[in-house]
């Protein structure tokens, strides 16, 4: 509706701890001028996610950008339309702010977070890039910086990765927003049945007022996309009781023997990753045909590491310097080799058995320690590790402890490893 000024949203969990159920609710507030986001602000919010990722690896919250980069990276058509639209957006979210009601559980006091509320962006600077395109000056460069608590989830590493190609070559924005929704589910297993209400009202979300048959009308674009593209398998409906319905939704797993899907689904990861720092579709097409996916990796770390430390290294032509680099195979400095495989010494390991008989192992490398400990040992370590680490990392810890699964996995052997990677670096180390 156009002069709505809030959305909200809500679903209902059964603890597991309490075995109570938990309402949790969330309301999205715009702004009297600008209002509401969109589907097409969703985008926007969406390619600066990928943004911050590539320019600092999410170290920042501040993120210099033109518009012409989000452009590129939504692969909308380069026209004015489309730069009106962006800065559209990103006045848009300044104004936004998000409430949450027992959102997810505080570790610390074992009880559900009463309420918060959070914006999206604090600051945003706009210069009009149809006047600099193309120019190497400084008054092109935009800048926007997260809101420090919605950044924070972001540095945590709470957010699963986005195949951002996949996702904006679906057309429909409830495929999109679909994608999203069930990407993160299919994380802790393929197969899930949701109540079709709550599915398509509050997680994708269109009207309440629909009826069963409306919802499942305006539900099945969105799924045949996905499953065209290979994503999922054709969905299912059943009616547990009267106007009760649940839908069931499953992941199709990509056969080797089916190239041809998986290429229509998902274009290369790496072409999109060099598209993104500034080359040439046809260039960094050619490149991926030529060399092998490592090499052109390794380059792209590379160079994301010299921009994001500013290091006096750093090429003033990012863009031509990464084709360079792939194409003549430059050898790496030993500063970054270094940073790129710092292990524990001895003297860090026996400052860290203090707690647990398994850390003293910790002359070898983190991954060798990791590979040798029971997963008794290894909770008992992450626990003591994350005791230690900064409040936005245990949050999260905890937060994936209650689902399990590969999220906690990987959370865990994050804490892990910084927690070791910390107690190598204490003073009266020997250096690495």
Known sequence: MPNQKSLEFQDTIQDWKSGKEITRRVCVTGSEKFGLPTAKDDQVLAALIQLTGIVNNFTNPEVPFTKHQIIELLRWDNSGWAYDRVEESLHRWKGVSVHYWNAWRDHESGSWTDSEAIGVIDYVKISDGRRHQGADN?????????NRQYFKSFAAKYMKPLDFGFYCSLRLPAAQRAYRFLDKRFHHRLDWEFDLHTFACEKLGFSRNYDTGQLKARLRPAMVELEQAGFIKPVSYRKSRPKKWSVFVSKKVAKHCEPEEVSVAAPSLLVERLVARGVAKSTAETLVKQ??????????????????????????????????????????????????QRKPTVAAAR???NVTAPERRLNRSVEDILAKLTADE??????????????????????????GGPTFTAYQQMVIERYLEQKSEEPGDAAL
């Open 138 to 146: 400084r008054n092109s460069q935009s800048r926007f910086v997260w």
């Open 291 to 340: 060399f092998e996916p490592q090499r052109v990796e390794e380059k792209i770390q590379y160079v994301d590491w010299l921009m994001a430390r500013k290091d006096k290294r750093a090429p003033a032509n990012a863009p031509g310097f990464l084709v360079a680099a792939i194409r003549n195979d430059y050898p790496f400095p030993k500063d970054y080799l270094k940073s790129r």
């Open 351 to 353: 400052a860290a058995t």
């Open 378 to 403: 290894r909770a008992s370590l992450a626990e003591t590790a994350v005791e230690s680490a900064d409040q936005i990392t245990a949050d999260g810890y905890r937060r994936s402890q209650e689902f």
